[in-house]
């Protein structure tokens, strides 16, 4: 998923640079001048420059050596979320969804081919906090996640093509679906039934169920989802209920939205 596999000619390569330090300093948790310019393949003198100036635009600080991203990206982060229409009209739905199942529920948007956590919310008895925790700091695959295969069945096919192509199916588990025209099969019984399922595809011993949230022009806006072990999501429980119950919650989602959006028509 690195950032220079797709640039085009078009790309300043200043700002792709400058990028590629925020991510850095990212997944390295801060670096040093000599750290980062060699994790970047860059002069040390080129990456001081971007240190610098990335501190006078108050998005890094500096602690000793090192440099670390500044407390600016929670601000800008947490602004995109609340202007965000899922998370406008669907922040209580989780909420509420989370308090009734008890159990783990995600909510989430498609952007560049990749799953994009917008908000979760842990139900009392829900499992896994380290690892959901983790996954609300990164991106992640579509294929394998009960959102990602929700969103994707309602792509055009030439569009999930397009993602497998860039991002390949990769394996997570033995369940895992790494045959396009298998995934493709598997969208159209999702498109048949409403919602998807994640059954143990991303981690042993946790299945997941989800459903699309779409707009009034039929446009796949995210999903919603509810996960939790094997041992709690099986028999009916697992095949109608908990599939009514997400279901319900993308519907009561997308009418919020479709009611807001047609009241600027009023």
Known sequence: MARDENRSARTLETVARACDVIDTLDSLDGA?????????????????????????????????????????????????????VLFEHGKSVVEELAADSGEYVHLMAEQHGLERNIYKVA????????????KERKTDYLHFTSTGKAVL??????????????????????????DLETLIEELEGIRERGYAVNDEEEVKGIRAVGAPI????????????????TSRFNGEYYHEAVPHMVKEAANVTEASINMSDASRTL
């Open 32 to 84: 040093g001048v000599t750290e980062l310019a060699t994790e970047l393949g860059m002069a040390k003198s080129s990456a001081h420059a971007y240190l610098n100036t990335l501190r006078e635009q108050r998005l890094v600080v500096k602690r000793g050596d090192q440099y670390h991203l500044s407390l600016e990206f929670l601000y800008l982060g947490k602004s995109v979320r609340h202007r965000h």
């Open 123 to 134: 139900g009392e008895n829900a499992v896994g906090d380290t690892y959901h925790t983790a």
């Open 153 to 178: 069945a309602y792509l055009p096919e030439s569009r999930v093509r397009e993602i497998a192509d860039i991002y390949g199916l990769v394996e997570k588990t033995e369940n895992t679906i790494t």
């Open 214 to 229: 779409r707009n009034a022009n039929g446009t796949v806006l995210g999903a919603v989802s509810v996960s939790g072990p």
